[in-house]
């Protein structure tokens, strides 16, 4: 580094733009002042899309941004701009979109060169220093690009527009509507996304098509929802689904010692990962494993969720004030690539016993020959085989086995736990948040963890407390560096659906109405401010948002999960979970509008396409709520019969009798006239009329097989 002095980005907020504050290259913030300056000193904009998590970002900036002969050629010819694609995910989105058309993918870096209004001209994701991997190097796309500008403007300009069409025409065309109120629609539908989805899963590995393969949590919970029910393809669904679970949870792209999911596996098998940590993987993975337990009763299950919480209270979770951390990243430095992850042979002897080594290097599969390329002596913990075969063949005792392996973990991640650690970004996102806090609900409740719905409590009041503001909420609730400048960003579509969904679910187990009323205030802003009223659907961002440069002028309407569950299927969910609360007509029509609007083109999203799924299930099926009235063992008891089985159309809600003067709507016509007793009861409620109450288990557990039967 040979310029110490800093750009711009000192004064960014996001952890990532931070960590490039001192390099060479005079970076700006995304913002009309960068697009000014790019205007009047006539220049294309050099646009860098990354994020804190992102390995190949970081070897991108040290490679290329860090250079002082490079940032010298960027300084000369170019504004640039650079984004945290977690701050900013609309401007993210769009760019993506622009990108994929011009080279045919996307991911990040991500690097786009723009005209000084924003609109993108040429881009791709990493390019290195000198020409390999069958890429041109940076400098040489650099000049490229900035004589393009200078010399060929009129071509630039054409590219311009033809791009921007791109964009607008990305994840926006829906076609005629279809009619879902036709006899057996809907339902038609989810069938063809399930059978899309069972004809990609592999049998052998788990998941779904080749290498590198996602997890698709959606997937999978559409999956599982086939398979509690009655059907030909139930049993497909729920081997499709368990299958896929185990093979994760045995494999390398779940951490073994502390827990956890990555990001993906760059192979079939789930072994090698991308080791970076997200938030929203690994709630979505967690609701994925409750719900398989619910329905299978399966402890692997179970294992695997408490497992993965763990690591979310210790790594990812601000225990004081509440709320879920961003990330963790995958590497220490640019050199390692997971080191602190992985292990060779010798690292794992020096800390276990010569019998517990041996017992290791066969459950875990750590051998002298690993598993990384760069590193062929360092192994990825994964589990080929099952602890009684491992002590089998190491000939351990198989009654002393189960003890021997919480000896050899502990040792294990006691001796990790002195490396120095990858970077957690502390940002708390609203909607990541959201989804976390959904996750620890369910977890909370079925495997019995008050302290996860406490935790999820406590969370959601510090979103709610600091994120929404007179019904408008912001994307950011609290950033990394608590000394850094706060800047606050513009709720998106997903912070709003995500974080309506959670209210639901802590009223559910909460019985407190105020969580209710906070979901109702966040949908009445997001029919208002973001639902397209002529064409259907929601957009992304607000109506009022007064952002448009380059590609923000463009609307965009989310359907597909990239990763994250998509926002228009998603939203018509919580529409739905509202009016079946409330009988308000305007909630279930504008859901249903939603789905029809992009029914048309769902079937050819195949693994992108299980969150509009679910939301089918939830439209075609009437909502079943069940309602435990009491506390004490027995309401205990019922609840936990109520959560059996995982149902997308079924909600089990918590109500202690000095609540049922303070309920939803719906709820509180249909109730019947309790009597006046402190003994718990269960109400099972669908449509407009709720049985009869329920005091035995057994009875309970009758009543909702036969309506899961119906």
Not at 3 to 24: E, F, I, K, T, V
Not at 428 to 435: D, E, K, L
Not at 493 to 500: Q, R, S
Not at 561 to 583: E, K, S, V, Y
Request: hydrophobic content about 45%; aromatic content about 10%; charged content about 20%.
């Amino acid at each position: 580094m040979t310029d110490p002095a800093l750009n711009a980005l000192a004064s960014a907020s996001s952890a990532y733009l931070r960590s490039a504050m001192h390099q060479p290259v005079q970076w700006e913030q995304w913002g009309e002042a960068a697009f000014a300056r790019a205007a009047a000193e006539n220049k294309p904009v050099l646009l860098d899309i990354g994020a804190v998590w992102c390995h190949w970002c970081h070897v991108m900036d040290r490679e290329s941004y860090e250079n002082a002969e490079t940032a010298a050629l960027i300084n000369e010819y170019f504004v640039a701009v650079k984004v945290d694609r977690d701050e900013r995910p609309d401007v993210d989105t769009r760019y993506q979109a622009a990108v994929a058309a011009i080279s045919g993918q996307g991911g990040w870096p991500l690097t786009a060169f723009l005209t000084p209004d924003g609109r993108p001209y040429f881009g791709g994701t990493y390019f290195p220093p000198e020409e390999r991997y069958g890429r041109p190097s940076f400098r040489r796309v650099l000049m490229t690009m900035a004589g393009s500008f200078y010399d060929k403007h009129h071509e630039v300009e054409e590219s311009a527009s033809s791009v921007m069409e791109a964009i607008e025409y990305s994840e926006t065309f829906t076609g005629d509507a279809t009619d879902l109120d036709a006899s057996g629609a809907s339902l038609a539908l989810l069938d063809k996304l399930i059978d899309g989805a069972l004809k990609q899963f592999d049998p052998i590995h788990g998941g779904f098509g080749s290498q590198p393969k996602f997890p698709h949590p959606a997937a999978l919970e559409m999956l599982l929802d086939a398979a509690s029910r009655p059907g030909p393809n139930a049993p497909q669904c729920a081997e499709a689904a368990l299958v896929s679970l185990k093979k994760m949870a045995r494999g390398g792209i779940f951490d073994q010692l502390a827990g956890g999911f990555h990001r993906y596996s760059v192979d079939e098998r789930w072994v090698v990962p991308h080791f970076e940590k997200m938030a929203y993987d690994n709630s979505e993975l967690l609701r994925a494993y409750v719900h398989a337990f619910q329905t299978f009763v399966d402890p692997e299950c179970a294992d695997a969720a408490r497992a993965t919480m763990q690591w979310m209270d210790e790594w990812l979770s601000d225990r004081e004030r509440g709320g879920f951390y961003g990330s963790q990243d995958a590497d220490l430095s640019l050199d390692d690539d997971g080191g602190y992850f992985t292990w060779s042979r010798d690292e794992a002897a020096a800390v276990l016993t010569e019998d517990e080594a041996k017992l290791a290097e066969l459950y875990y599969d750590i051998g002298a020959v690993g598993d990384m390329h760069h590193d062929p002596a360092r192994n990825v913990l994964f589990r080929p085989m099952t602890l009684e075969q491992a002590a089998q063949q190491a000939g351990v005792d198989a009654e002393i086995a189960p003890m021997m392996l919480k000896v050899m973990r502990s040792k294990l991640l006691a001796a990790r736990l002195q490396r120095p650690t990858p970077f957690v970004d502390k940002t708390i996102y609203t909607g990541w948040n959201a989804m976390c806090i959904s996750a620890y609900v369910r977890a909370g409740r079925v495997l019995q963890v008050p302290g996860a719905v406490a935790f999820a409590c406590k969370s959601l009041d510090r979103v709610l407390d600091v994120a929404l503001v007179e019904g408008t909420l912001k994307h950011v609730v609290a950033y990394s560096d608590p000394a850094a400048p706060h800047t606050d960003v513009a709720g998106v579509l997903d912070d709003y659906v995500f974080l309506g969904h959670a209210c639901l679910d802590v009223w559910e187990a909460t019985g407190e109405i105020v969580y209710f009323e906070a979901a109702r205030v966040l949908a009445t802003t997001l029919l208002r401010k973001f639902y397209d009223g002529k064409g259907g659907g929601f957009f992304d961002m607000a109506s009022d948002s007064t952002e448009t440069i380059g590609a923000l002028s463009t609307r965009r309407k989310p359907v597909q999960d990239a990763p994250t569950p998509a926002g228009n299927p998603a939203g018509a969910a919580l529409l739905l979970r509202l009016h079946a609360l409330t009988g308000d007509e305007t909630y279930r029509e504008t859901a249903q509008e939603t789905l029809e609007t992009f029914a048309v083109i769902v079937e050819h999203l195949g693994l992108y396409g299980p969150t509009f799924g679910l939301a089918l299930g939830r439209l075609a099926r009437p909502a079943v709520q069940v309602v435990i009235v009491g506390g004490g063992a027995k309401a205990a008891q019922l609840e936990m019969v109520a959560l059996a089985r995982f149902a997308v159309n079924k909600s089990v809600v918590r109500i202690a009798r000095a609540q049922l003067g303070a309920l939803p709507p719906a709820l509180a016509e249909t109730l019947p006239h309790l009597p006046d007793s402190d003994e718990a009861i269960a109400l099972v409620c669908s449509g407009m009329t709720c049985q009869p109450p329920i005091r035995d288990a057994a009875e309970l557990a009758a009543v909702l097989n036969a309506a899961d039967a119906a």
